[in-house]
């Protein structure tokens, strides 16, 4: 990835996730169709098998849902180890099942496939791939030994050869192929999931930063009359003290300390104030604001306006947190992998508002260009700084709060046509692109402002 951000959770990890009682009720259902098919089987269809048996080994699997109703809790959540086990009966009791009725010749053969597509959506790798072995290990005995099926006069029904090892092949190729396809698309909805539970946790400490400023401004605000009331008091207090020494050295030091208050107060209320001034800037103002964390980082943060007329009116936009904290992220992305310089190019248009942030860097590898922006991408170069292992949540959060203000996002490298204005090496490094329409983060300076809202106090 292009920023560091540390996840929230190994996605590997993906214990806890399946309730008992979920499985318990999905038990059920197979017990009640499983009986249900065997008295069909036997009365209605009249096939002859160990009806007894069989009902023996569904009686099993209806006996171990009422042991676990009984020991564990509705609400109880298995562990990685406790759903494979849980699993592998279920496979183990469906193919004791089929080796009574038929083997690969029962068309309910299919069903092994169930306990291994639940394992490739709720486990990890290794659960699934041991269950994966042991379903394709029972499928196999079953293809080579099983009670043979028969009608009611006798007639043994037996597939040949050819079609019983079609079948098998056919029911490990589904294991493998469904088990792979549902545990990829179960790997990336959770990778998504906590990518977009790091993108919320980000917009919400980048909003209550700046509530904390507007807070502090607010109490510099309401503050500054009685510091200055203060002042002026212990001026007075000086001038009227100066036969005693003492008292006058005292009136002094209220005064000085007044005056460090009122500094401090100033110098904390920077970053934002409560009233509805600060709720828009001028673009160059919110990019500045975004970059001032990376600003002494020994890179070249340069700010242009690119082929716009001296006398173009700069826009004020909205300073909302979700803008600053994308263009953050896409600042820091590339001072992070430029060499010397990073520039943020302006312009807009009667429709349109762009800024381009390009670096000097080796760009973003081609044959991932087309997935810039997803989570858990891999670095940029990681040849050019095998130390930085980030998990591709940088960009991603950037793309994903800018279109939430209504912005598109591009990512591409820089070409010949579109190099950053004095750029005069041989190539210069990875483009980023934000483009909003001017209505969805244009503020108007000269309309009303409406009331300000107070801050509530804790």
Not at 248 to 277: F, N, P, T
Not at 385 to 390: A, V
Not at 400 to 421: D, E, I, K
Request: glycine residues 8%; aromatic residues 6%.
């Amino acid at each position: 990835m292009d920023t560091q951000t540390p996840g929230l959770m190994n996605r590997d990890v993906q214990g806890h996730w399946v309730r008992m009682e979920t499985l318990t009720r999905v038990r059920w259902l197979a017990a009640g169709g499983q009986l249900a098919a065997l008295l069909v089987a036997y009365w209605i269809v009249e096939l002859r098998f160990a009806l007894g048996l069989s009902m023996v080994v569904v009686g099993v699997l209806a006996l171990a849902n009422l042991v676990i109703a009984y020991v564990y809790p509705r609400s109880k959540r298995l562990s990685e180890t406790e759903a494979l086990i849980t699993l592998t009966f279920d496979t183990v009791q469906l193919s004791l099942l089929l080796f009574l009725t038929g083997g690969m010749t029962n068309p309910f053969a299919l069903l092994l496939i169930a306990p291994v597509a639940i394992a490739a959506t709720a486990l990890q790798l290794r659960s699934t791939l041991i269950l994966g072995i042991i379903t394709i290990i029972l499928a196999t005995l079953l293809a080579l030994s099983h009670e043979t099926l028969r009608l009611w006069d006798g007639t043994t029904l037996e597939l040949p050869e050819l079609f019983r090892v079609g079948l098998w092949l056919a029911l490990v190729i589904g294991i493998s192929f469904i088990g792979l396809y549902s545990r990829s698309v179960a790997a990336e909805k959770h990778a998504l999931a906590e990518a977009l539970l790091a993108m919320r946790m980000a917009l919400a400490r980048e909003q209550k930063l700046t509530d904390l400023g507007g807070v502090i401004a607010a109490a510099a605000h309401e503050l500054g009359t009685p510091l200055a009331t203060i002042k002026l008091a212990s001026a007075e207090l000086i001038d009227a003290l100066r036969d005693d020494p003492d008292l006058a050295e005292d009136a002094i030091l209220i005064r000085d300390q007044a005056d460090r208050c009122r500094a401090i107060l100033r110098s904390m209320g920077q970053m934002g104030k409560v009233d509805m001034h600060v709720r828009h800037a001028p673009l160059e103002t919110v990019v500045t604001e975004a970059a001032a964390p990376h600003a002494d980082r020994g890179k070249r943060l340069v700010f242009d306006t690119f082929d716009l007329p001296d006398d173009a009116r700069m826009p004020e936009i909205q300073r909302r947190p979700e803008i600053v904290h994308g263009l953050r992220n896409l600042i820091q992305n590339g001072v992070d992998f430029a060499r010397q310089t990073v520039w943020v190019e302006a312009t807009w248009s009667d429709t349109i508002i762009r800024l381009r942030i390009i670096d000097d860097g080796p760009g973003y590898p081609v044959h991932l260009l087309d997935r810039i922006g997803d989570p858990y991408l891999r670095g940029r170069r990681r040849d050019k700084r095998p130390e930085y292992d980030g998990m591709g949540l940088g960009l991603f959060i950037a793309k994903t709060l800018l279109q939430r203000s209504g912005a598109t996002v591009r990512f591409s490298n820089c070409s010949g046509q579109h190099r950053p204005r004095g750029f005069s090496g041989p190539r210069c490094g990875a483009v980023a692109e934000v483009t909003w329409p001017r209505q969805a983060v244009e503020a108007d300076p000269r309309g009303p402002l409406g009331e300000n809202t107070p801050y509530p106090v804790a």
